[in-house]
C-alpha cells in the first residue's frame, strides 16, 4: 500500500485537491491545507525530509515582494472609481443616442461601451453591474428579447477579462513568466475581434428576428441640430479626419505596427477630435478670428520645434495644429453656408468619449511604448481615475472609500489563493508531479495541435466549477512546462487560455457574470419609470439562456487564435524572428597580399 502510494502520490493529491473543492471548501484554504497533509504523508513516506517544508516562508516572501502583482489593486482600484463616477452611465446614454434608430443599436452600443469601459477599467464586476443597471431598463423599454438584453450585456461586460488591462493577463504573466507588458499587446487585437465577433451575433440575430432588437423611436433621440437633424455625419467627417491625421503622423514615426501602433494612433487622432471640438464649442463661427489666432501659435509652435530639433514634440504640435486647422474650417464653413461641420452630437460624442480614450493611452500606451511598467502604468490609472472624478465633480469621500474597501476584499482574496498555490505546488513538485502532468501532456498525440485541443478541453471544463483566479493559480502553472517543452510561445498560450476563461464568467449556472447581472436586473414585474407601462420581469432562466450564443462565439474565439497565431506574435515586432540555434555562421577573412614567410634555413644541431 505504501509502495502503491509512493508511486501515484502526484495524480492522488490531485484527485483529493479536486474533490475538497467539489466539496465547498474555500479555494485559498483548500490548496494550502491539501498540500500540507500531503507534505507530511510525504514526509512520513521517506520522499523528502522534514527541513523540505522549511522553503516554505521563502515563497510566501516571494509573493509579497512581486512588483508585478501591484498592479492588481491599483487597476482595481481605478475601475471602481470610474464605475462609480458616472463614466459608464455617461457613455452609454451617448453611445446609445448614436446608434438609437439602427436595428439592435442599444445593444451595438452596450458592446462598444463594454470594449470601452473594458480598456480603463479592467474588472468584470463593475462593467456588468454598470451596464445591467443603466442599459438593461432601456431595452427592456423598448422591446428587446430579454435573452439578447442579458446575453449582450453580459458578454460585453466579460471583455474586461481579454482586453488590457485586464487582472487575469496580470496573473497568467506572472504565472508564465512573462512579460504583462507582451501579454496586454499580445491580447489587444484578439480581445477587438472577439468585440467584432459579439456585434455580428446581434447583427445576424436582429436580421433573422427583426422583433429581437428594434431601433429606438425617434422621438427618444436627443442632441439634435436647430433644423431638427441628427447630425450624424459630421461626426463621420471628423472621426475620418482625425484618424487619417493620426496615421500621417504615425507614420513619420519608427512605429510600424501592433497595438502600440493603434493605441498612438488613436491617441493622435483623440488629440485632433478634441481639440477642433473644443474650438468650435469656445468659439465657433461667431469668434472665428480667436480660432484662427490659435492656428497660427500652433504652426509657429510646430516650426519652432522643428528648427530646435524636437522631432517628437513637434508631432504633438503638428496634431494640435490638424485641430485648430479643422475648426477654422468647421467655423468657416457654418459662418458663410450655414453647414455645420461639428455638429451637436458630434460635439457630445467627442466629450464623452475622449476621458476614457485619453485613460487607455495613458496607460496602455505608456505600457506598450515602454515608458512605463505595468505596475506604474496601473498607479497612473488610479490616478487618471481620481483626476477624471475631479473634473466631473463627482468624487466624493464615500466613493474613494467605497473603492478603496473593495479593492483591498479583492487584493486580499487574490493573494490568499496565491499563498495556497505556493503551498500545494511546493509539495506537489517535491513528489514530481509537475514532471508527471508535463510527460502526460506532452505524450498527447497530435503534437502541438493535440496538446492545445486536449488543454483547452479540459480548461473549458474546469471553468464551471473553478473561477478564473483559481484556474490561473492551479492549472496554468501545471500547463505552462509542458507548452515551453512543446516549442509554443507562452504569451500565445496565455492568450488563449485567457480567451477561454472568459467562460467562467458565462458558465450557467455558475457564471459569475450572470450572478452579477442576476442581482441587479428586475426579477418581478416593474412599473417602468418613464412610459408607466408595467413591465414583466427577467427570469434566471432568460439569463442563461442568453449566455448560451455568447460562450459559443467564445469557443470560436479560441479556435481563431489558434488557426491564426499572428494575431498575438505580433507583439514580437514586426521583423522577422529566428531561431538562433538554428543560425549557421560563417566568417570569411578579406583577401590580401602576404609576401611569403620566410624563416631562413634550419639551425645546424651539433
Not at 483591498?408 to 482574496?413: D, E, G, R, V, Y
Request: net charge neutral; glycine share 10%.
Amino acid at each position: 500500500m505504501a509502495e502503491l502510494l509512493i508511486h501515484y502520490m502526484a495524480p492522488i493529491m490531485f484527485a483529493a485537491l479536486v474533490l475538497l473543492l467539489l466539496l465547498g471548501y474555500p479555494v485559498a484554504f483548500a490548496l494550502a491545507a491539501n498540500g500540507l497533509i500531503f507534505g507530511l504523508i510525504g514526509i512520513e513516506l521517506g520522499l523528502f525530509r522534514p527541513d523540505f517544508l522549511q522553503a516554505l516562508p521563502e515563497r510566501v516572501f516571494g509573493i509579497m515582494s512581486n512588483d508585478t502583482l501591484l498592479a492588481i489593486p491599483f487597476f482595481t482600484f481605478m475601475g471602481l472609481v470610474l464605475e462609480r463616477s458616472g463614466m459608464a452611465e455617461d457613455l452609454l446614454d451617448t453611445i446609445g443616442q448614436l446608434f438609437g434608430t439602427i436595428r439592435g443599436g442599444l445593444a451595438y452600443a452596450v458592446i462598444f461601451v463594454g470594449a470601452l469601459l473594458a480598456a480603463t477599467t479592467g474588472v468584470v464586476a463593475a462593467s456588468v453591474i454598470s451596464m445591467g443597471l443603466i442599459s438593461l431598463p432601456i431595452m427592456l423599454r423598448y422591446g428587446y428579447d430579454r435573452q439578447l438584453a442579458t446575453g449582450v450585456i453580459a458578454a460585453s461586460g466579460t471583455l474586461a477579462q481579454i482586453i488590457p488591462p485586464s487582472l487575469v493577463l496580470i496573473v497568467m504573466a506572472d504565472q508564465l513568466g512573462r512579460s504583462v507588458g507582451d501579454m496586454y499587446e499580445g491580447a489587444f487585437v484578439p480581445g477587438i475581434v472577439l468585440s467584432l465577433l459579439y456585434a455580428g451575433y446581434v447583427f445576424l440575430a436582429t436580421l433573422l428576428w427583426p422583433k429581437s432588437g428594434p431601433g429606438l423611436p425617434v422621438d427618444a433621440i436627443g442632441y439634435r441640430e436647430p433644423d431638427g437633424a441628427r447630425g450624424v455625419w459630421p461626426l463621420g467627417v471628423l472621426t475620418l479626419f482625425s484618424f487619417a491625421v493620426g496615421y500621417y503622423i504615425m507614420m513619420q514615426t519608427p512605429v510600424r505596427g501592433g497595438a502600440d501602433f493603434v493605441i498612438l494612433t488613436m491617441s493622435v487622432a483623440v488629440t485632433v477630435a478634441f481639440l477642433s471640438a473644443v474650438f468650435n464649442y469656445l468659439f465657433g463661427a461667431r469668434r472665428l478670428i480667436l480660432t484662427v489666432a490659435a492656428t497660427v501659435a500652433f504652426a509657429a509652435l510646430y516650426f519652432a520645434l522643428l528648427d530646435a530639433g524636437w522631432q517628437r514634440m513637434a508631432l504633438v504640435a503638428e496634431a494640435m495644429l490638424a485641430g485648430c486647422i479643422y475648426a477654422v474650417l468647421a467655423g468657416t464653413l457654418e459662418r458663410f453656408t450655414g453647414v455645420r461641420l461639428i455638429s451637436n452630437m458630434a460635439q457630445q460624442v467627442t466629450f464623452v468619449m475622449v476621458p476614457p480614450l485619453a485613460l487607455i493611452f495613458l496607460v496602455l500606451g505608456t505600457i506598450f511604448i515602454g515608458v512605463a511598467t505595468p505596475t506604474e502604468g496601473g498607479a497612473m490609472g488610479a490616478v487618471g481615475a481620481l483626476l477624471l472624478a475631479i473634473a466631473k465633480g463627482r468624487l466624493r469621500l464615500d466613493l474613494v472609500r467605497q473603492a478603496a474597501e473593495s479593492t483591498a476584499k479583492l487584493s486580499a482574496f487574490v493573494l490568499f489563493i496565491l499563498i495556497g498555490a505556493r503551498v500545494f505546488s511546493l509539495t506537489f513538485y517535491g513528489v514530481n508531479g509537475h514532471r508527471w502532468v508535463e510527460e502526460l501532456l506532452v505524450s498527447l498525440p497530435g503534437g502541438q495541435v493535440g496538446f492545445l485541443i486536449f488543454v483547452n478541453v479540459l480548461v473549458f471544463l474546469l471553468a464551471f466549477f473553478l473561477d478564473f483566479f483559481e484556474l490561473a493559480f492551479i492549472v496554468v502553472p501545471l500547463l505552462g512546462p509542458a507548452a515551453e517543452r512543446l516549442g509554443i510561445d507562452l504569451i500565445w498560450f496565455g492568450v488563449i487560455l485567457g480567451v477561454n476563461m472568459q467562460t467562467s464568467f458565462m458558465h450557467p449556472p455558475f457564471g459569475f457574470a450572470l450572478f452579477y447581472l442576476r442581482s441587479v436586473a428586475p426579477k418581478d414585474s416593474y412599473l417602468d419609470r418613464v412610459t408607466g407601462k408595467r413591465m414583466e420581469g427577467v427570469t434566471t432562466g432568460q439569463i442563461y439562456w442568453g449566455a448560451v450564443p455568447f460562450v459559443i462565439i467564445q469557443c470560436i474565439m479560441v479556435g481563431l487564435v489558434i488557426a491564426f497565431p499572428q494575431m498575438v506574435l505580433h507583439y514580437k515586432g514586426t521583423g522577422p524572428v529566428g531561431d538562433p540555434s538554428k543560425v549557421n555562421i560563417e566568417i570569411q577573412m578579406p583577401a590580401t597580399d602576404l609576401p611569403p614567410l620566410d624563416f631562413g634555413p634550419p639551425p645546424k644541431i651539433q
